[in-house]
């Protein structure tokens, strides 16, 4: 059964940073695309980030460019998302999700993640 758990999202002052995890399990980062997306409140879900299986990065939203990182670790299983510099517009519930795919373009169809697997969520708050 594949799995994917979001952890990390606190409440932060406007400047300050955030760590987010994704946890999977039930198949192998080798070969699942990963992306991060968010959903402000009233908001229509966006896609931020995606790391695809041979870890090469790609941003899809341009409001965290510079500001945003994607990372992962093969062998902890493990998606992160570095966050810099939060701007009150980065409020939202982020999400992780999964696609397999094993090569360098699942990022590019980000459709895709739309019938792929998902995590519950985790609150992001920045607020002064």
């Known amino acids: 059964q594949l799995k994917l758990v979001e952890s990390g999202g606190d409440s932060v002052q406007p400047g300050g940073a955030l760590r987010l995890s994704c946890v999977t399990s039930?198949?192998?980062?080798?070969?699942?695309?990963v992306g991060w997306f968010r959903q402000a409140p009233e908001k229509e879900r966006e896609g931020v980030l995606c790391?695809?299986?041979?870890?090469?990065?790609?941003t899809w939203s341009d409001a965290v460019k510079d500001r945003f990182t994607i990372s992962k670790d093969n062998a902890k299983n493990t998606v992160y998302l570095e966050m810099h510099n939060l701007e009150p517009e980065d409020t939202g519930v982020y999400y992780c999700?999964?696609?397999?795919?094993w090569g360098p373009g699942a990022c590019d169809a980000r459709a895709r993640f739309n019938l792929g697997f998902w995590g519950q969520g985790t609150q992001v708050t920045v607020s002064s």
């Open positions: 999700a999964a696609v397999d795919g």
């Open positions: 790391i695809n299986a041979p870890g090469g990065a790609t």
């Open positions: 039930g198949f192998y980062l080798t070969e699942y695309a």
